[in-house]
């Protein structure tokens, strides 16, 4: 069987730095040896792929064959952006335009469309902190980023005029030509990309490229009809003891009652 060619370049870049298994894997702080990384027995991680790039400038695309060029090129780490479109209310402040799950699926094809933006429910805030900046609400669909985010939320978004902006780790919509997705973000400015992770460990990183980022949009606040059910006060331990006490202090004020 022949092996994921992410695996061959893996054990060439080692052979390259003339390192043995043992001696890669605690270059890399991933265990005891990189034997079972070379064999395709155990899944390259986002963070071995970080790794790579950040001890040894290895481009990830040349790591999973779609590039020829093994090292990144020194070019412009970073990239301007901004909402292509806006809208106001009557009052001259910007609106917060809602895109649902179904108008998602033609957001990054409508970007200069204004009527498509025209159609868009609209709301706004008197709150002074929503009025010195582009606002936009994203609705939530899948699981990705379940427990903190659920299906159908809706979350509120700060528009980023430049990549630079990015603080690692942090929420972010992201929008390219593939379309609209809400992940934690890790900046790598010398591969220039955005490597996107789910707070759910059973969805896997996803890498965008600089060049197809269209918009990134940072989490401010969400709307949601969940409540967190496993939270501290709600937990039968802590629910338990209340009962105690309740019944305790209802037993001292009637003494005659059977409580």
């Not at 290895?58 to 093994?70: F, H, T, V």
């Not at 106001?88 to 990054?108: D, P, T, W």
Request: with cysteine; hydrophobic share 35%.
């Amino acid at each position: 069987m022949t092996l994921p060619i992410h695996c061959r370049r893996l054990k060439q870049l080692r052979e390259e730095l003339n390192l043995t298994q043992v001696a890669f894997a605690k270059t890399l702080g991933i265990g005891s040896t990189t034997t079972e990384y070379e064999r395709g027995r155990t899944k390259l991680t986002g963070e071995i792929v970080w790794r790579l790039y950040n001890m040894y400038n290895i481009n990830p695309d040349w790591l999973y064959g779609e590039s020829e060029q093994k090292h990144v090129e020194d070019k412009s780490l970073t990239k301007e952006l901004a909402p292509s479109v806006v809208t106001v209310e009557n009052s001259g402040f910007e609106n917060i335009l809602m895109v649902s799950h179904k108008a998602a699926a033609g957001y990054a094809g409508n970007l200069n469309n204004q009527e498509f933006y025209e159609q868009l429910p609209a709301f706004s805030f008197p709150i002074p902190e929503y009025r010195n900046a582009t606002y936009r609400c994203f609705q939530v669909e899948g699981q990705s980023m379940m427990p903190t985010i659920h299906p159908h939320d809706w979350v509120i978004t700060k528009a980023i005029e430049n990549l630079d902006q990015i603080k690692n780790n942090n929420i972010y919509v992201v929008v390219d030509d593939e379309g609209i997705r809400i992940k934690r973000v890790y900046n790598e400015k010398k591969a220039r990309c955005l490597f996107l992770l789910s707070i759910n460990t059973a969805f896997e990183q996803e890498t965008v490229k600089y060049d197809n980022v269209i918009e990134v949009w940072e989490f401010h606040s969400k709307l949601t009809k969940e409540l967190i059910a496993d939270s501290q006060e709600f937990k039968l331990d802590t629910i338990y003891k209340d009962i105690k006490q309740i019944k305790k202090k209802l037993s001292d004020a009637f003494p005659a009652e059977n409580v």
